[in-house]
């Protein structure tokens, strides 16, 4: 099967401090991919280096095949097709919605403004927010922010997604509604990396898991099995404090 | 005494020496004298309707142009100061410490008359053109800092967001941050625009023609004309209705975004 990410022996350093200590790890085509691990463990950094937004110290990131820490690589086009999902979600707050999803469309695709707005359209549809378009994102819930942010990144038809905690920062009976929206993704086939703490969408959603501590995967799996019958003591630990 | 007593006493005094400090100003003052100095009605009518049509007109246009250009320098001072590349940075930084900390009214005289003579060369506009360029020189550093300030105000998930969707660096600083950076310093630049205003006064040092005039030029060769103060409060109170609205619409704005935010 053909690899979407492919991470080899990552280093990354945040002045002294080590925060990847030799990462190997990748998602292939279709996969759902869930990260876990206790805060500080470097499971964020580790996602934020596959679009560099942070730059690795050493190794290789090769996505789709291309190496993005070439630097003759073209990075902002790369990053067109990675859709990206934020712990705070991001919107332009300056933007309405649809102004929110379609001027990466415009100006990075280069599509004519019915073009991008019919696009907007079908993706807002997607996680339920139809009718949504003209309010500003000051206005809209945490979750319903979260569900434009994942419209945003979807209306750049990205050949994959990664989600940084998309569900940490909302009030818990708004958590569903944004899972709903992943699990539904995850359904059509869609690549995906998720950092989580929602264990139980991990479980039933992902199809691998990774166990983070300190900078190092400590254990991964077939998600069924590292939950529930975690072989290494610090998975072991962890786990006995979340679940 | 009980403490409520004690303070009565002390908010009655303090009245008491503020009515006192107002009739012994107005007993003080010879105000025949100030009357016909300062309030002439005739003397009034008779900059009618030159003090609008050229000193207010002028004023306000000087402004304008001080301003929007002052402005425009300073979104790339501003980005300049905030280069990875090192002499872009320096350059700005330079730039911005020299003329804060100069007066304007030196560097209005340098560019009028130094310059002049140094190079043998006139600015374009004349001693006017000269002056507005040394207006735009100094209110731009000063405007480059609010908006640098402006511009780190913005959150950095605002940025990585836009990259992320593949928004080059110019893109994404031209779309989302430049508006909402300005966004954050309407207030300062609103203050920015009133001293302005009131630094166009400046100009009258360097002499100015007579269709150039700005209000305080205007007024001080109305006094030497008519031999009378009146033009100055006549000119106070112009500035004034330029000035009042201003910063009343631009509370109004301010109330408006907080509101949309």
């Known amino acids: ?243 | 005494m009980r403490r409520t007593t004690r303070k009565r006493l002390n908010l009655g005094l303090l009245y008491g020496v503020f009515v006192l400090a107002v009739v012994a100003l107005v007993l003080l003052a010879d105000w025949e004298a100030i009357n016909k100095n300062f309030f002439d009605w005739e003397v009034a009518k008779g900059l009618w309707p030159e003090i609008v049509t050229i000193g207010a007109k002028n004023t306000v246009v000087f402004t304008l142009i001080s301003f929007f250009g002052g402005l425009a320098l300073a979104v790339v001072l501003a980005l300049m100061r905030l280069s990875p590349v090192g002499p872009y940075r320096w350059l700005a930084t330079a730039y911005i410490e020299f003329f804060r900390g100069l007066p304007a009214l030196l560097v209005i005289v340098a560019f009028g008359l130094a310059i002049p003579i140094a190079f043998s060369w006139q600015p374009p506009g004349g001693f006017v053109g000269a002056g507005i360029a040394a207006l735009i020189v100094v209110s731009s550093a000063y405007m480059a800092e609010t908006l640098r300030a402006g511009i780190q105000a913005v959150p950095k998930g605002q940025t990585e967001a836009a990259r992320s969707l593949g928004m080059s660096a110019g893109r994404t600083t031209v779309s989302i941050v430049l508006p909402q950076a300005f966004r954050i310093v309407i207030p300062p630049l609103t203050n920015e625009f009133v001293l302005l205003i009131k630094d166009t006064s400046l100009l009258a040092l360097i002499g100015v023609a007579f269709g150039d005039r700005e209000l305080t030029t205007f007024a001080r060769d109305a006094v030497v004309s008519t031999t009378n103060s009146t033009p100055l409060i006549a000119a106070a109170v112009m500035y004034l209705v330029i000035t009042l609205p201003l910063t009343q619409l631009v509370s109004a704005l301010e109330r408006r975004q907080q509101k949309a935010r």
Do not use: W
Not at chain 1, 45 to 72: A, F, W
């Open chain 1, 1 to 243: 099967m053909a690899r979407a990410i492919e991470v080899k022996d990552l280093h990354k350093y945040f002045g002294e401090n080590e925060v990847l200590k030799g990462i190997d790890f990748h998602v292939d085509d279709g996969q759902v991919v869930c990260v876990i691990g206790p805060s500080g463990s470097g499971k964020s950094t580790l996602l934020r280096c596959v679009n560099r937004l942070e730059e690795p110290t050493s190794g290789t990131i090769v996505v789709e095949g291309v190496d993005i820490c070439d630097p003759e690589v073209d990075l902002d086009g790369i990053r067109s097709r990675i859709g990206m999902v934020f712990q705070s979600f991001n919107l332009f707050p300056h933007l309405s919605v649809m102004g929110n999803l379609t001027l990466a469309q415009r100006r990075v695709k280069g599509r004519s403004k019915g073009e991008a707005v019919e696009v907007a359209r079908t993706n807002l549809e997607k996680v339920g927010l139809a009718g949504k378009e003209d309010a500003f994102p000051a206005h809209l819930s945490g979750g319903q922010q979260q569900r434009v942010a994942i419209a945003r990144a979807l209306s750049m038809d990205p050949d994959m997604m990664l989600f940084d905690e998309p569900t940490s920062a909302l009030d818990p009976e708004l958590v569903g509604d944004v899972l709903e929206v992943m699990r539904t993704l995850a359904n059509e086939g869609m690549t995906m990396m998720v950092v989580t703490h929602e264990m139980g969408f991990a479980r039933e959603v992902g199809d691998h898991l990774v166990f983070m501590d300190g900078g190092v995967i400590v254990e991964e799996g077939d998600p069924h099995e590292v939950l529930g019958n975690p072989q290494h003591e610090r998975t072991q630990s962890f786990l006995s404090k979340v679940l």
